[in-house]
T-cell receptor
């Protein structure tokens, strides 16, 4: 099973709202990722967690706050977003000890009004 | 700096018309080259991982090959359901970041 799940599928929020995106995998993978993808562009890396510790932050604005409560869960907390933050947010995971393949979730379509 | 360039940007094919997509890369020690398929509004779906020059992998109408500088994704006798964006990405020997190419949008017309 190579499934990564993400909730919600769609999210509409105002610029003053606080919301969270959730990602879950039960493959025992120890690295998890958040990506942002705009239309007709490739995924753009935001954060990497390795063994539940933040290992890469690609200079993402502080209005995006990641959290890894345990090895299966990854959250992305959103606050005071801008309309230009509207995008498809993708979660991925990989087991660096084996194939190194990143498996992606279905994504959350975020619209900021 | 690792770089990945995919060509063409878009490809229109008639059903049954075979073609190839190109992925040229420069990377500091290749740990793996990955092909994904992505449908609009959905997450990338894993297709293949290639690790060393000369390696080939096949899945249904798709075949991926790898040299030291590029990879090809061959689509044999495509069907309309093969319409999607195909993404290529490389992972260097050090670190756990992928570098993606811009993708090739494939449209197969019946």
């Amino acid at each position: 099973d190579t499934e990564v799940t993400q909730t919600p599928k769609h999210l509409v929020m105002g610029m003053t709202n606080k919301k969270s995106l959730k990602c879950e995998q039960h493959m025992g993978h120890r690295a998890m990722y958040w990506y942002k993808q705009k239309a007709k562009k490739p995924p753009e890396l935001m954060f990497v967690y390795s063994y539940e510790k933040l290992s890469i932050n690609e200079s993402v604005p502080s209005r995006f706050s990641p959290e890894c409560p345990n090895s299966s869960l990854l959250n992305l907390h959103l606050h005071a977003l801008q309309p230009e933050d509207s995008a498809l947010y993708l979660c991925a995971s990989t087991d660096r000890g084996l194939s190194d393949t990143q498996y992606f979730g279905p994504g959350t379509r975020l619209t900021v009004l | 700096e690792d770089q990945v360039t995919q060509s063409p940007e878009a490809l229109r094919l008639q059903e049954g018309e075979s073609s190839s997509l190109n992925c040229s890369y420069t990377v500091s020690g290749l740990r793996g080259l990955f092909w994904y398929r992505q449908d609009p509004g959905k997450g990338p779906e894993f297709l293949f991982t290639l690790y060393s020059a000369g390696e080939e992998k096949e899945k249904e109408r798709l075949k991926a090959t790898l040299t030291k500088k590029e990879s090809f994704l061959h689509i044999t006798a495509p069907k309309p359901e093969d319409s999607a964006t195909y993404l290529c990405a490389v992972r260097p020997a050090a670190g756990n970041k992928l570098t993606f190419g811009g993708g090739t949008r494939v449209l197969v017309k019946p």
